[in-house]
């Protein structure tokens, strides 16, 4: 493979001086892009999508072609994991992800396996070398999964929830079910994500979408020690990235600003954090034990170019001067908005970059 012309996201993540801040964003191949919605209809649905890896790359692409960002990501889904252990997965419009088979009972729970990556998820990996290839080193290529606990608040949902009532109910009644499901996806999390690295994804990030939703304790329990295992997993590789070093690993719980500290502990080499949470104190709590990255509201990019400016410079001054062992990634605090004007991202990366500069310029 080619060497990075940009590893400046790279290097910040493994908390080593940059002429800059990297920023990239969460869900930055989606539906605010009017060429996503495009190749969108031409695939015909979005698991299709997911599913056709040269589509997948040209969505992944989309937006590097349109601002400077640091990283691509790879375009897929959380629920990929599920769907491939026979769950059943299909979108309904206006209501997103649901599953013909929920696991709710002893022998739903019984029956789930670990799914192979290189034949039910064959066409994840086929992406990322797709992507990967495509990219011919501009940046650096970030691959992803749901965390143990977030796919299962899914998969015992049987979709998305406002209140997660089946799986905290399973939760607090029958923890012994909850920890098997959990069990077998950190399992195959670890695996998928290894499976990802081996196709050329150069960092891994862990979307812990509803640990925030966890009271304190069952935080702990059930979704920080299922991340845990992934990173484990991650870690015991025979061999580092094919550029010498190992591979990055992001761990981002949303909500998850009162365990900045225990998800520092984890062993990533990042914590995402959302717009809850000052920058300032984040960098104190977490210290040089790993980067951080986030976190501008992303409903900042629905107001005007001046205020997009403004936040953008107000996240930067509230993470602080660089310093030596230190690392900064600029993201949003969660996925940008459908609604969301291209313009006010083109002036939100600009903006990154330019004002990061200065701040090292002193």
Sequence with gaps: ???????????????????????????????????????????????????????????????????????????????TIPDAMGLGLYFVDGEGPRFERPVRDEAAVAQLAVPDPSRELRYVTDAVRTIRSALGGRVPLIGFAGSPWTLACYMVEGGASGDFRRVKTMLYERPDLLERILAVNAEAVGAYLNAQIDAGAQVVMIFDSWGGALADGAFQRFSLEPMRRVVDALRARPEPGDDGDRVPVIAFTKGGGPWIDELADLGCDAVGVDWTVNLARARERIGARCAVQGNLDPMVLMAGEN???????????????????????FNLGHGISQFTPPENVSVLVDTVHSYSRRLRSG
């Design 307 to 329: 205020a997009v400016r403004e936040q953008a410079q107000r996240v930067l001054d509230s993470f602080g001067p660089p310093a030596p062992g230190v690392g900064h990634v």
């Design 1 to 79: 493979m080619p060497e990075l012309a940009n590893d400046t996201f790279l290097r910040a993540l493994r908390r080593q001086p940059t002429e800059y801040t990297p920023i990239w964003l969460m869900r930055q191949a989606g539906r605010y892009l009017p060429e996503y919605n495009q190749t969108r209809s031409r695939a015909g649905s979005f698991l299709a999508l997911c599913k056709n890896p040269e589509l997948a790359c040209e969505v992944a692409l989309q937006p590097l072609e349109r601002f400077a960002l640091d990283a691509a990501i790879l375009f897929s889904d959380i629920l």
